[in-house]
């Protein structure tokens, strides 16, 4: 029996097929938002608008949008080695871009490659837990991450993760995984610039985490050094230094989740480099292909790798990897962007630019309904207070707003996050907070 051949070009674009994930989906097919071109800073609607980036797409297009080396450079490789498998087999750009990210990020010499951020996590959570088994501490399978830490969606970053509503309704998620307490404290550290200068003593709770369990039985503890999509929640100073300190002590691995932090967000190659923190294992994704291919990766410190090389040389070390890891597309898309971020000098320019852009989150100062304003690097944060019963509400209405307004912002609860791609102008910087600071007068 043969099917009815279906006319694919005859079909309407009907809005319905597709389940948009982290969407609304009925609001959204009701009054759709549809992006169809971008270039540099700006992305152009379907209904012939232009729009700001001011969240590098997803944290992603660090930078900016449409960048023709990247685009020439897929290009090409599409045209000479389409696909080729990287179990037992490799090609030239996996090995080209694993030394130029070993040559950024100098503590650390081995790379593994996955297609996104959440299975970035997942790798380095299996790694953790590997590593231990090798070094003969098999009995350390507890796995520590934070109270609402984001780590992505797959089920051992949603175990690990500390947002309530990607993980209620998911069943028991991982055993053995115990969390941290977060660390936002409005009480304390409301409108303070940079950094918190109070909260460094929850990381001792890790102490107490280690009393519970005993030592012998954690593998590794995992945190954003800035948790990103639970609202941009900096870590108070001092923190990350103590964890390391904890965690040093107790043979505990520590593994930096750096999706968002990694590549230039915070005027530094990483947020390692940028807090002279060094964890056992960073995880990334996003700005490694600025977006255009998904890519993920985990960097392992040294001597991790070597412990798993004691076995005979034709025994696979570790089971585990992704049909597309290290897939030759993103591969030259990442290369292509790590010279663009090298040529143009955009990890400086982020750094450069940060005073202005603290400048610029903090003139909405006393604006309706904030009652937080935070930046590091080129983060920033608003954080409104959440209409009674109706949590969410104010800030999607302000999201709304601006897009209206022709400016892309990200909401998370009734938090405002901004990230722009690192090739922002000050001009755009001011449009920015201009727009925000209109439209939230405007919103009850
Ligand atoms: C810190 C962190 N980890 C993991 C992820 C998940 O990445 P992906 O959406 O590529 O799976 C994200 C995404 O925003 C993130 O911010």
Same mark, same amino acid.
């Given at each position: 029996?043969?099917?009815?051949?279906?006319?694919?070009?005859?079909?309407?674009?009907?809005?319905?097929?597709?389940?948009?994930?982290?969407?609304?989906?009925?609001?959204?097919?009701?009054?759709?938002?549809?992006?169809?071109?971008?270039?540099?800073?700006?992305?152009?609607?379907?209904?012939?608008?232009?729009?700001?980036?001011?969240?590098?797409? $997803?944290?992603?297009?660090?930078?900016?949008?449409?960048?023709?080396?990247?685009?020439?450079?897929?290009?090409?490789?599409?045209?000479?080695?389409?696909?080729?498998?990287?179990?037992?087999?490799?090609?030239?750009?996996?090995?080209?871009? +694993?030394?130029?990210?070993?040559?950024?990020?100098?503590?650390?010499?081995?790379?593994?490659?996955?297609?996104?951020?959440?299975?970035?996590?997942?790798?380095?959570?299996?790694?953790?837990?590997?590593?231990?088994?090798?070094?003969?501490?098999?009995?350390?399978?507890?796995?520590?991450?934070?109270?609402?830490?984001?780590?992505?969606?797959?089920?051992?970053?949603?175990?690990?993760?500390?947002?309530?509503?990607?993980?209620?309704?998911?069943?028991?998620?991982?055993?053995?995984?115990?969390?941290?307490?977060?660390?936002?404290?409005?009480?304390?550290?409301?409108?303070?610039?940079?950094?918190?200068?109070?909260?460094?003593?929850?990381?001792?709770?890790?102490?107490?985490?280690?009393?519970?369990?005993?030592? +012998?039985?954690?593998?590794?503890?995992?945190?954003?050094?800035?948790?990103?999509?639970?609202?941009?929640?900096?870590?108070?100073?001092?923190?990350?230094?103590?964890?390391?300190?904890?965690?040093?002590?107790?043979?505990?691995?520590?593994?930096?989740?750096?999706?968002?932090?990694?590549?230039?967000?915070?005027?530094?190659?990483?947020?390692?480099?940028?807090?002279?923190?060094?964890?056992?294992?960073?995880?990334?994704?996003?700005?490694?292909?600025?977006?255009?291919?998904?890519?993920?990766?985990?960097?392992?410190?040294?001597?991790?790798?070597?412990?798993?090389?004691?076995?005979?040389?034709?025994?696979?070390?570790?089971?585990?990897?992704?049909?597309?890891?290290?897939?030759?597309?993103?591969?030259?898309?990442?290369?292509?962007?790590?010279?663009?971020?090298?040529?143009?000098?955009?990890?400086?320019?982020?750094?450069?630019?940060?005073?202005?852009?603290?400048?610029?989150?903090?003139? $909405?100062?006393?604006?309706?309904?904030?009652?937080?304003?935070?930046?590091?690097?080129?983060?920033?944060?608003?954080?409104?207070?959440?209409?009674?019963?109706?949590?969410?509400?104010?800030?999607?209405?302000?999201?709304?707003?601006?897009?209206?307004?022709?400016?892309?912002?990200?909401?998370?609860?009734?938090?405002?996050?901004?990230?722009?791609?690192?090739?922002?102008?000050?001009?755009?910087?001011?449009?920015?907070?201009?727009?925000?600071?209109?439209?939230?007068?405007?919103?009850?």
């Amino acid at each position: 029996m043969t099917a009815n051949p279906v006319d694919f070009d005859a079909s309407p674009n009907n809005l319905e097929p597709f389940w948009m994930p982290f969407t609304a989906n009925r609001q959204f097919k009701k009054a759709p938002r549809l992006l169809v071109a971008a270039k540099d800073m700006h992305y152009q609607s379907h209904d012939g608008r232009t729009i700001l980036d001011g969240t590098a797409g $997803l944290w992603c297009v660090n930078a900016g949008h449409a960048r023709k080396e990247i685009t020439e450079a897929v290009a090409a490789q599409l045209g000479k080695l389409d696909y080729a498998p990287a179990f037992q087999m490799g090609h030239p750009g996996a090995f080209q871009l +694993s030394n130029k990210l070993t040559q950024m990020m100098p503590d650390f010499d081995h790379v593994f490659y996955c297609n996104s951020g959440s299975e970035a996590v997942d790798s380095a959570l299996k790694i953790a837990l590997a590593y231990q088994r090798a070094i003969g501490q098999g009995a350390r399978t507890r796995l520590i991450g934070r109270e609402r830490g984001y780590h992505g969606v797959g089920f051992g970053g949603i175990s690990v993760g500390g947002i309530v509503s990607n993980r209620k309704v998911f069943g028991p998620l991982l055993a053995g995984v115990d969390h941290l307490p977060h660390t936002h404290d409005l009480k304390r550290n409301a409108f303070v610039r940079g950094l918190p200068e109070h909260g460094a003593e929850l990381a001792d709770q890790l102490e107490r985490i280690v009393a519970l369990h005993d030592a +012998s039985t954690i593998a590794a503890v995992i945190v954003e050094p800035v948790a990103g999509s639970t609202g941009v929640l900096l870590p108070p100073k001092g923190y990350l230094q103590k964890l390391r300190a904890i965690c040093d002590k107790y043979g505990i691995l520590l593994i930096f989740d750096e999706v968002i932090t990694g590549f230039g967000r915070l005027g530094a190659s990483f947020a390692t480099e940028y807090f002279g923190v060094v964890p056992d294992m960073i995880t990334c994704a996003k700005g490694l292909t600025n977006g255009v291919i998904p890519m993920g990766a985990v960097f392992v410190r040294k001597g991790i790798y070597e412990a798993f090389m004691n076995a005979p040389e034709n025994t696979i070390e570790l089971f585990h990897g992704y049909t597309y890891s290290a897939n030759p597309a993103a591969c030259a898309a990442g290369l292509a962007v790590l010279d663009i971020y090298k040529r143009e000098g955009l990890f400086e320019r982020a750094a450069e630019l940060a005073p202005y852009w603290e400048a610029g989150v903090h003139s $909405l100062k006393g604006t309706k309904n904030v009652i937080d304003l935070r930046n590091l690097g080129m983060i920033g944060a608003i954080e409104l207070e959440p209409r009674e019963g109706k949590p969410t509400a104010r800030a999607f209405e302000a999201f709304l707003g601006c897009y209206e307004k022709g400016v892309l912002i990200r909401t998370t609860g009734d938090i405002i996050a901004l990230s722009p791609p690192l090739i922002v102008q000050k001009t755009h910087i001011d449009q920015i907070f201009d727009t925000i600071g209109k439209v939230l007068k405007t919103v009850n």
